[in-house]
């Protein structure tokens, strides 16, 4: 049983978003008498112990969390932490045992069978981590296929597909089966076919982890900069932090079904809030991780010869120190808003390196 209290969560920018997915209380138990279960979990006692009484899987332990509008929230852990669970309690592929999901002001769980079905239609689109594209459909037809259930003129789901089929860089495939494509492809298809349905939220469930290391970094970036312009509430799963930390702009850490830490990546890299996200953290490339906007020293200074943007990373600013001792942290109209010295470079990129600080 999670406690909230220990739950470190950032409200800073989180006051004028608007709240597209909330979960309130998420507690999910498998087997057939979960109850009894559930009961135990609320006592106090761990996901293995209420394994070991009552033979029941704990798959969520009272999960809450706000995902914003407009954002990447990504669910971070590892395999069994309850991340497929999580995202399927959204559209309402598992019912949970306790608590409540309420999507742009409507509680999922109390929808009718129709309003289900048209909620999955028109709100919420997938993208499955093993692309579940039918083969022997096309390209076109399979990225078309959510608009023709949806009941849309052939003509019509035709063009926006091929639309969709060139913003994720297939013109020229459109005719081609599945299996004539490779792994990245056909995930630019799963990507598409979501993406074709126009719908505010897309739920993307691992949908990197097959690829390869450099395709997987390409379809990252091809996300990021499709989102500046689409602008999609996105629910992104993995157990990949430095992917995690690459394109969340909010980021909640799961172990054993139970929220564990959320916040904004920096906040994880720099805060981590126990010792099992410590371990985390510990891997990554702090330098790539922490913009230099979160570390700097702000407000007016003498101006600095260089300088950098705040969106920045410590490792672009390093080789300026080689020349400067100061360099500038500006804003997108390029006023100075902070500073940075090399010395508090070292520091946070040090902090969590065992054997320092
Ligand atoms: N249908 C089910 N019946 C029983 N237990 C289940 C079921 N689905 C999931 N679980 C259990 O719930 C827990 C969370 O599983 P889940 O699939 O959500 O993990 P995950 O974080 O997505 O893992 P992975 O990274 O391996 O996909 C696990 O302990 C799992 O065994
Ligand atoms: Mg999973």
Known sequence: ??????????????????????????????????????????????????????????????????????????????????????IRHVNRLIEPTAGEIVVNGTDVLKMSLNQLRTYRRTQVAMVFQKFGLMPHRSVIDNVAYGLEVRGV???????????????????????????????????RVGLARALALDTEIILMDEAFSALDPLIRSGMQDQLIELQKTLGKTILFITHDFDEALKIGDRIAVLKDGAVQQVGKPEDIVLRPANEHIEEFVREVNKARAIHVRSIMERGEHEHCQASVSQDARCEDVLPLFAEHQWVGVQDSDGRQIGRVTAKQVIKAIARHTPGLN
């Open 1 to 86: 049983m999670n406690a909230m209290t220990d739950i470190k969560t950032d409200p800073t920018d989180m006051t004028d978003l608007a709240i597209a997915i909330a979960m309130r209380g998420v507690t999910k138990i498998f087997g057939d008498k979960p109850q009894e279960a559930l009961a135990l979990l609320q006592s106090g006692k761990s996901k293995a112990e209420v394994q070991a009484e009552t033979n029941h899987v704990v798959g969520l332990d009272n999960v809450s969390l706000d995902i914003a509008r407009g954002q990447i929230f990504v669910v971070m852990g590892l395999s069994g932490s309850g991340k497929s669970t999580l």
């Open 153 to 187: 003129p052939k003509a019509e789901r035709l063009k926006e597909a091929a639309k969709w089929i060139e913003i994720v860089g297939l013109s020229g495939y459109e005719q081609s089966r599945p299996r004539q494509l490779s792994g990245g492809q056909q995930q």
